[in-house]
Protein backbone atom coordinates (compact mmCIF):
# COMPACT_ATOMS: atom_id res chain seq x y z
CA UNK A 1 0.00 0.00 0.00
CA UNK A 2 1.39 3.62 -1.20
CA UNK A 3 1.74 6.10 1.46
CA UNK A 4 -0.39 9.08 -0.20
CA UNK A 5 2.31 11.83 1.54
CA UNK A 6 5.09 10.17 0.54
CA UNK A 7 4.37 6.96 -1.96
CA UNK A 8 6.65 5.14 0.20
CA UNK A 9 5.26 1.28 0.01
CA UNK A 10 5.51 0.16 2.99
CA UNK A 11 3.11 0.91 6.16
CA UNK A 12 1.80 -0.79 9.01
CA UNK A 13 -1.61 -1.56 10.17
CA UNK A 14 -2.21 0.25 13.49
CA UNK A 15 -6.04 -1.14 14.17
CA UNK A 16 -8.66 -3.01 11.43
CA UNK A 17 -12.18 -3.80 12.12
CA UNK A 18 -14.63 -5.28 10.45
CA UNK A 19 -17.65 -2.17 8.79
CA UNK A 20 -21.27 -2.20 10.79
CA UNK A 21 -22.43 -3.85 7.27
CA UNK A 22 -19.78 -6.36 6.86
CA UNK A 23 -18.59 -5.75 3.92
CA UNK A 24 -15.35 -4.28 3.63
CA UNK A 25 -12.38 -4.20 6.49
CA UNK A 26 -11.71 -0.47 7.75
CA UNK A 27 -7.83 -0.57 8.63
CA UNK A 28 -5.85 2.38 9.96
CA UNK A 29 -2.13 2.62 8.66
CA UNK A 30 0.90 4.28 9.41
CA UNK A 31 3.75 4.89 6.69
CA UNK A 32 6.78 3.34 7.87
CA UNK A 33 9.23 5.99 5.99
CA UNK A 34 7.18 9.37 7.40
CA UNK A 35 4.88 8.44 9.74
CA UNK A 36 1.65 9.74 8.25
CA UNK A 37 -1.59 7.91 9.20
CA UNK A 38 -3.90 7.11 6.94
CA UNK A 39 -7.03 4.98 6.50
CA UNK A 40 -7.80 2.49 3.62
CA UNK A 41 -10.38 -0.04 3.25
CA UNK A 42 -10.77 -3.72 1.75
CA UNK A 43 -13.95 -4.74 0.25
CA UNK A 44 -14.72 -8.08 -1.32
CA UNK A 45 -14.51 -8.10 -5.14
CA UNK A 46 -18.19 -8.98 -6.34
CA UNK A 47 -19.44 -10.24 -9.70
CA UNK A 48 -19.61 -7.19 -11.87
CA UNK A 49 -23.72 -5.48 -12.03
CA UNK A 50 -25.24 -3.94 -14.74
CA UNK A 51 -27.09 -0.71 -14.13
CA UNK A 52 -29.99 -0.13 -16.66
CA UNK A 53 -30.73 3.96 -17.36
CA UNK A 54 -34.07 5.09 -17.76
CA UNK A 55 -32.98 6.04 -21.16
CA UNK A 56 -31.92 1.97 -22.08
CA UNK A 57 -28.22 2.75 -21.54
CA UNK A 58 -26.25 0.24 -19.53
CA UNK A 59 -23.38 1.19 -17.31
CA UNK A 60 -21.39 -0.74 -14.69
CA UNK A 61 -22.75 -0.03 -11.11
CA UNK A 62 -20.43 2.66 -9.95
CA UNK A 63 -20.52 2.44 -5.87
CA UNK A 64 -18.51 5.95 -5.88
CA UNK A 65 -21.65 7.39 -7.64
CA UNK A 66 -24.46 6.34 -5.62
CA UNK A 67 -22.23 7.57 -2.70
CA UNK A 68 -21.89 11.16 -4.16
CA UNK A 69 -25.56 10.96 -4.70
CA UNK A 70 -26.35 10.29 -1.50
CA UNK A 71 -23.93 12.65 0.36
CA UNK A 72 -25.15 15.52 -1.95
CA UNK A 73 -28.56 15.09 -0.56
CA UNK A 74 -27.55 14.43 2.99
CA UNK A 75 -25.33 17.82 2.82
CA UNK A 76 -25.78 19.92 5.98
CA UNK A 77 -28.32 17.51 7.32
CA UNK A 78 -25.05 16.85 9.91
CA UNK A 79 -25.39 13.02 9.08
CA UNK A 80 -21.59 11.72 9.40
CA UNK A 81 -19.97 10.29 6.55
CA UNK A 82 -19.52 7.19 8.01
CA UNK A 83 -23.19 6.37 8.11
CA UNK A 84 -23.95 7.29 4.69
CA UNK A 85 -20.99 4.92 3.72
CA UNK A 86 -22.73 2.13 6.51
CA UNK A 87 -26.10 2.88 3.96
CA UNK A 88 -24.33 2.21 0.64
CA UNK A 89 -22.69 -0.76 2.31
CA UNK A 90 -26.55 -1.86 2.95
CA UNK A 91 -27.76 -0.70 -0.55
CA UNK A 92 -24.67 -2.58 -2.61
CA UNK A 93 -25.08 -6.05 -0.34
CA UNK A 94 -28.84 -6.05 -1.39
CA UNK A 95 -28.06 -5.13 -5.03
CA UNK A 96 -25.68 -8.51 -4.55
CA UNK A 97 -27.94 -10.57 -3.17
CA UNK A 98 -30.00 -10.33 -6.04
CA UNK A 99 -29.36 -13.42 -8.53
CA UNK A 100 -29.91 -10.78 -11.69
CA UNK A 101 -26.30 -9.51 -12.52
CA UNK A 102 -28.49 -6.42 -14.22
CA UNK A 103 -30.61 -3.89 -12.15
CA UNK A 104 -32.81 -0.80 -13.17
CA UNK A 105 -31.76 2.51 -11.91
CA UNK A 106 -35.24 2.92 -10.81
CA UNK A 107 -34.88 -0.26 -8.02
CA UNK A 108 -31.37 1.35 -6.96
CA UNK A 109 -33.08 4.82 -6.36
CA UNK A 110 -36.32 3.15 -4.49
CA UNK A 111 -33.63 1.50 -1.88
CA UNK A 112 -31.92 4.72 -1.70
CA UNK A 113 -35.05 6.00 -0.47
CA UNK A 114 -36.21 3.92 2.01
CA UNK A 115 -32.99 3.99 3.55
CA UNK A 116 -33.38 7.79 3.47
CA UNK A 117 -36.56 7.85 5.00
CA UNK A 118 -35.23 6.70 8.33
CA UNK A 119 -31.93 9.11 8.43
CA UNK A 120 -33.17 12.60 7.16
CA UNK A 121 -36.48 13.49 5.68
CA UNK A 122 -34.52 16.59 4.09
CA UNK A 123 -32.25 14.66 2.88
CA UNK A 124 -35.27 11.82 1.50
CA UNK A 125 -36.84 15.39 -0.21
CA UNK A 126 -33.74 15.90 -1.91
CA UNK A 127 -33.00 13.08 -3.24
CA UNK A 128 -36.89 12.27 -4.42
CA UNK A 129 -36.27 15.75 -6.31
CA UNK A 130 -33.57 14.19 -8.40
CA UNK A 131 -34.41 10.82 -8.63
CA UNK A 132 -38.55 11.65 -9.54
CA UNK A 133 -36.90 14.20 -11.75
CA UNK A 134 -39.54 17.20 -9.74
CA UNK A 135 -40.68 19.40 -12.60
CA UNK A 136 -41.21 22.53 -9.84
CA UNK A 137 -42.87 23.46 -6.83
CA UNK A 138 -45.92 21.89 -6.91
CA UNK A 139 -44.16 18.72 -6.63
CA UNK A 140 -42.58 19.49 -3.78
CA UNK A 141 -45.91 20.39 -2.09
CA UNK A 142 -47.39 17.15 -3.22
CA UNK A 143 -44.35 14.70 -1.62
CA UNK A 144 -44.40 17.08 1.68
CA UNK A 145 -48.06 16.76 2.16
CA UNK A 146 -47.23 13.03 1.78
CA UNK A 147 -44.21 12.68 3.66
CA UNK A 148 -46.49 14.16 6.62
CA UNK A 149 -49.36 11.74 6.18
CA UNK A 150 -48.04 8.47 4.51
CA UNK A 151 -47.46 4.81 6.65
CA UNK A 152 -44.68 4.18 4.22
CA UNK A 153 -43.17 7.51 2.55
CA UNK A 154 -40.39 5.49 1.32
CA UNK A 155 -42.99 4.35 -1.52
CA UNK A 156 -44.20 7.92 -2.94
CA UNK A 157 -43.71 8.51 -6.48
CA UNK A 158 -45.16 11.61 -7.81
CA UNK A 159 -47.49 9.02 -9.90
CA UNK A 160 -49.11 7.31 -7.19
CA UNK A 161 -50.02 11.09 -5.48
CA UNK A 162 -53.29 11.96 -5.68
CA UNK A 163 -52.91 15.67 -7.39
CA UNK A 164 -55.08 18.13 -4.61
CA UNK A 165 -52.72 20.83 -4.07
CA UNK A 166 -54.63 24.21 -4.37
CA UNK A 167 -54.19 26.49 -7.21
CA UNK A 168 -53.22 29.68 -6.76
CA UNK A 169 -55.98 32.19 -7.18
CA UNK A 170 -55.57 34.44 -10.58
CA UNK A 171 -55.35 37.40 -7.97
CA UNK A 172 -52.43 35.99 -6.13
CA UNK A 173 -49.23 37.71 -7.55
CA UNK A 174 -45.30 36.50 -6.46
CA UNK A 175 -44.16 39.37 -8.68
CA UNK A 176 -44.69 43.46 -8.17
Do not use: W
Not at 35 to 51: A, G, L, N, Q, S
Not at 82 to 87: C, G, K, N, P, V
Not at 110 to 134: C, G, K
Amino acid sequence: MHCPQCQFTDSRVLESRSTEAGQSIRRRRECLHCKYRFTTYERIEFVPIVVLKRDGKRESFDRSKLLRGIIRACEKTGIPQQRLEILVDEIESQIHQNPEREVASNSIGEMVLQQLQLLSEVAYVRFASVYQQFQGIRDFVHILNHLENYQDPASLTLENMEVNTPQPSSETSFVS
